[in-house]
T-cell receptor
Framework: DAMVIQNPRYQVTQFGKPVTLSCSQT?????MYWYQQKSSQAPKLLFH???????NEADTPDNFQSRRPNTSFCFLDIRSPGLGDAAMYLC?????????????FGPGTRLTVL | GQQLNQSPQSMFIQEGEDVSMNCTSS?????WLWYKQDPGEGPVLLIA?????ELTSNGRLTAQFGITRKDSFLNISASIPSDVGIYFC?????????????FGQGTELSVKP
Protein backbone atom coordinates (compact mmCIF):
# COMPACT_ATOMS: atom_id res chain seq x y z
CA ASP A 1 0.00 0.00 0.00
CA ALA A 2 1.17 3.51 -0.79
CA MET A 3 2.04 5.28 2.40
CA VAL A 4 4.04 7.78 4.43
CA ILE A 5 6.72 6.18 6.60
CA GLN A 6 8.55 7.77 9.50
CA ASN A 7 11.63 6.44 11.22
CA PRO A 8 12.28 6.00 13.98
CA ARG A 9 8.90 5.97 15.74
CA TYR A 10 10.59 6.92 19.00
CA GLN A 11 13.79 8.92 19.35
CA VAL A 12 15.62 9.85 22.52
CA THR A 13 18.37 12.44 22.41
CA GLN A 14 20.34 14.49 24.86
CA PHE A 15 20.03 18.21 25.37
CA GLY A 16 22.08 19.89 22.64
CA LYS A 17 22.87 16.71 20.71
CA PRO A 18 21.88 16.96 17.03
CA VAL A 19 19.19 14.60 15.86
CA THR A 20 17.74 13.71 12.46
CA LEU A 21 14.26 12.37 11.82
CA SER A 22 13.38 10.81 8.50
CA CYS A 23 10.30 10.52 6.35
CA SER A 24 9.73 8.59 3.16
CA GLN A 25 6.71 8.24 0.92
CA THR A 26 5.56 5.87 -1.79
CA UNK A 27 2.71 8.13 -2.91
CA UNK A 28 4.92 10.04 -5.37
CA UNK A 29 3.53 13.30 -3.99
CA UNK A 30 5.46 16.43 -4.80
CA UNK A 31 4.78 18.27 -1.55
CA MET A 32 6.17 17.14 1.81
CA TYR A 33 5.50 18.83 5.14
CA TRP A 34 6.95 18.70 8.64
CA TYR A 35 4.75 19.45 11.63
CA GLN A 36 5.48 19.65 15.33
CA GLN A 37 2.72 18.50 17.67
CA LYS A 38 2.82 18.95 21.42
CA SER A 39 0.52 17.20 23.83
CA SER A 40 -3.18 18.05 23.43
CA GLN A 41 -2.45 20.56 20.70
CA ALA A 42 -3.03 20.73 16.96
CA PRO A 43 -0.13 20.06 14.59
CA LYS A 44 2.00 23.14 13.92
CA LEU A 45 3.57 23.51 10.49
CA LEU A 46 7.35 23.99 10.56
CA PHE A 47 8.09 24.01 6.83
CA HIS A 48 7.31 22.29 3.57
CA UNK A 49 8.91 21.41 0.26
CA UNK A 50 7.08 21.90 -3.01
CA UNK A 51 9.28 19.69 -5.18
CA UNK A 52 12.73 21.14 -4.39
CA UNK A 53 11.46 24.53 -3.28
CA UNK A 54 11.79 24.98 0.48
CA UNK A 55 9.17 27.05 2.32
CA ASN A 56 9.90 27.95 5.91
CA GLU A 57 7.22 29.18 8.31
CA ALA A 58 8.04 32.59 9.74
CA ASP A 59 8.00 31.38 13.35
CA THR A 60 10.02 28.19 12.86
CA PRO A 61 13.20 28.44 14.96
CA ASP A 62 16.56 28.38 13.15
CA ASN A 63 17.36 25.28 15.19
CA PHE A 64 15.14 23.33 12.79
CA GLN A 65 16.40 22.53 9.30
CA SER A 66 15.19 20.25 6.56
CA ARG A 67 16.58 18.40 3.56
CA ARG A 68 14.83 16.75 0.66
CA PRO A 69 17.38 14.82 -1.43
CA ASN A 70 14.74 13.33 -3.74
CA THR A 71 10.97 13.04 -4.21
CA SER A 72 10.63 10.14 -1.79
CA PHE A 73 12.65 11.30 1.20
CA CYS A 74 12.62 14.28 3.52
CA PHE A 75 14.64 14.82 6.71
CA LEU A 76 14.14 17.02 9.74
CA ASP A 77 17.37 18.08 11.45
CA ILE A 78 17.29 19.58 14.92
CA ARG A 79 20.71 21.10 15.43
CA SER A 80 20.68 21.62 19.19
CA PRO A 81 17.58 20.13 20.77
CA GLY A 82 16.26 21.83 23.86
CA LEU A 83 13.81 20.47 26.40
CA GLY A 84 11.07 22.48 24.69
CA ASP A 85 11.61 20.56 21.45
CA ALA A 86 10.27 17.35 22.94
CA ALA A 87 7.17 16.62 20.88
CA MET A 88 5.63 14.40 18.22
CA TYR A 89 7.00 15.23 14.77
CA LEU A 90 4.68 14.49 11.89
CA CYS A 91 5.51 14.23 8.23
CA UNK A 92 2.76 14.72 5.66
CA UNK A 93 2.50 14.71 1.89
CA UNK A 94 0.11 16.06 -0.71
CA UNK A 95 -0.19 15.98 -4.46
CA UNK A 96 0.43 19.59 -5.34
CA UNK A 97 -0.71 22.44 -3.15
CA UNK A 98 -3.87 23.52 -4.87
CA UNK A 99 -7.25 24.22 -3.46
CA UNK A 100 -8.35 20.61 -3.41
CA UNK A 101 -5.39 19.26 -1.53
CA UNK A 102 -5.51 16.33 0.83
CA UNK A 103 -2.61 15.91 3.21
CA UNK A 104 -1.68 12.40 4.26
CA PHE A 105 0.24 11.98 7.49
CA GLY A 106 2.81 9.47 8.62
CA PRO A 107 2.61 7.78 12.04
CA GLY A 108 4.94 10.34 13.62
CA THR A 109 8.20 10.24 15.57
CA ARG A 110 7.98 10.89 19.30
CA LEU A 111 11.10 12.85 20.34
CA THR A 112 12.28 12.83 23.94
CA VAL A 113 15.04 15.24 25.03
CA LEU A 114 16.92 14.33 28.20
CA GLY B 1 -4.39 35.35 10.12
CA GLN B 2 -7.13 32.81 9.67
CA GLN B 3 -8.17 30.89 12.76
CA LEU B 4 -10.41 27.92 13.43
CA ASN B 5 -12.54 27.43 16.50
CA GLN B 6 -13.42 23.79 17.12
CA SER B 7 -15.98 22.66 19.65
CA PRO B 8 -16.53 20.96 21.91
CA GLN B 9 -13.02 20.46 23.30
CA SER B 10 -13.99 17.08 24.71
CA MET B 11 -16.96 14.72 24.81
CA PHE B 12 -17.80 11.78 27.04
CA ILE B 13 -20.55 9.64 25.59
CA GLN B 14 -22.13 6.24 25.93
CA GLU B 15 -21.59 3.60 23.26
CA GLY B 16 -24.38 3.80 20.70
CA GLU B 17 -24.94 7.53 21.04
CA ASP B 18 -24.58 9.94 18.16
CA VAL B 19 -21.87 12.61 18.25
CA SER B 20 -21.63 16.02 16.67
CA MET B 21 -18.73 18.45 16.55
CA ASN B 22 -18.09 21.58 14.55
CA CYS B 23 -15.55 24.11 13.40
CA THR B 24 -16.06 27.76 12.65
CA SER B 25 -13.78 30.25 10.99
CA SER B 26 -13.55 34.01 11.01
CA UNK B 27 -13.02 33.91 7.26
CA UNK B 28 -13.91 31.83 4.23
CA UNK B 29 -12.33 28.45 3.59
CA UNK B 30 -12.18 26.65 0.24
CA UNK B 31 -11.56 23.16 1.57
CA TRP B 32 -12.44 21.42 4.81
CA LEU B 33 -10.78 18.22 5.99
CA TRP B 34 -11.62 16.08 9.01
CA TYR B 35 -8.93 13.92 10.62
CA LYS B 36 -8.91 11.42 13.48
CA GLN B 37 -5.80 10.89 15.58
CA ASP B 38 -5.30 7.89 17.84
CA PRO B 39 -2.85 8.18 20.76
CA GLY B 40 0.76 7.97 19.56
CA GLU B 41 -0.22 7.94 15.88
CA GLY B 42 -0.47 10.43 13.06
CA PRO B 43 -3.79 11.96 11.96
CA VAL B 44 -5.80 9.87 9.52
CA LEU B 45 -7.93 11.61 6.91
CA LEU B 46 -11.63 10.82 7.33
CA ILE B 47 -13.50 13.13 4.98
CA ALA B 48 -12.61 15.91 2.54
CA UNK B 49 -15.10 18.63 1.53
CA UNK B 50 -14.65 20.98 -1.42
CA UNK B 51 -17.93 22.78 -2.08
CA UNK B 52 -20.19 24.96 0.03
CA UNK B 53 -23.19 22.91 1.13
CA GLU B 54 -21.49 19.60 0.32
CA LEU B 55 -22.56 16.69 2.50
CA THR B 56 -20.28 13.63 2.45
CA SER B 57 -20.44 10.33 4.31
CA ASN B 58 -17.82 7.76 5.18
CA GLY B 59 -19.51 4.85 6.90
CA ARG B 60 -21.01 6.11 10.16
CA LEU B 61 -19.36 9.51 9.67
CA THR B 62 -21.03 12.40 7.92
CA ALA B 63 -19.51 15.84 7.38
CA GLN B 64 -20.87 19.01 5.86
CA PHE B 65 -19.28 22.10 4.35
CA GLY B 66 -21.30 25.06 5.61
CA ILE B 67 -23.16 27.27 3.15
CA THR B 68 -21.33 30.36 4.39
CA ARG B 69 -17.98 28.55 3.81
CA LYS B 70 -17.02 29.55 7.33
CA ASP B 71 -17.99 26.35 9.12
CA SER B 72 -18.10 22.58 8.95
CA PHE B 73 -19.74 19.82 10.96
CA LEU B 74 -18.82 16.21 11.64
CA ASN B 75 -21.39 13.74 12.90
CA ILE B 76 -20.71 10.20 14.08
CA SER B 77 -23.71 7.92 14.38
CA ALA B 78 -24.04 4.96 16.75
CA SER B 79 -20.62 5.44 18.34
CA ILE B 80 -18.45 2.45 19.21
CA PRO B 81 -15.40 2.18 21.50
CA SER B 82 -12.94 2.38 18.59
CA ASP B 83 -14.24 5.88 17.80
CA VAL B 84 -12.18 7.09 20.76
CA GLY B 85 -9.53 9.60 19.75
CA ILE B 86 -8.98 13.23 18.88
CA TYR B 87 -10.81 14.66 15.89
CA PHE B 88 -9.32 17.63 14.08
CA CYS B 89 -10.89 19.84 11.48
CA UNK B 90 -8.55 21.55 9.04
CA UNK B 91 -9.28 24.19 6.47
CA UNK B 92 -7.54 25.67 3.53
CA UNK B 93 -8.27 29.28 2.83
CA UNK B 94 -6.12 31.61 0.82
CA UNK B 95 -4.88 29.77 -2.28
CA UNK B 96 -1.83 32.02 -2.34
CA UNK B 97 -0.70 30.47 0.93
CA UNK B 98 0.37 27.47 -1.08
CA UNK B 99 -1.89 24.84 0.32
CA UNK B 100 -1.23 25.45 3.99
CA UNK B 101 -3.80 23.85 6.27
CA UNK B 102 -5.12 25.58 9.36
CA PHE B 103 -6.10 23.17 12.14
CA GLY B 104 -8.76 23.41 14.80
CA GLN B 105 -7.81 22.71 18.41
CA GLY B 106 -9.28 19.21 18.31
CA THR B 107 -12.21 17.42 19.94
CA GLU B 108 -11.27 14.58 22.27
CA LEU B 109 -13.89 11.84 22.18
CA SER B 110 -14.29 9.25 24.90
CA VAL B 111 -16.80 6.41 24.49
CA LYS B 112 -18.00 4.41 27.46
CA PRO B 113 -18.92 0.81 26.62
Amino acid sequence: DAMVIQNPRYQVTQFGKPVTLSCSQTLNHNVMYWYQQKSSQAPKLLFHYYDKDFNNEADTPDNFQSRRPNTSFCFLDIRSPGLGDAAMYLCATSRGAGQTLKQFFGPGTRLTVL
Amino acid sequence: GQQLNQSPQSMFIQEGEDVSMNCTSSSIFNTWLWYKQDPGEGPVLLIALYKAGELTSNGRLTAQFGITRKDSFLNISASIPSDVGIYFCAGQGNYNQGGKLIFGQGTELSVKP
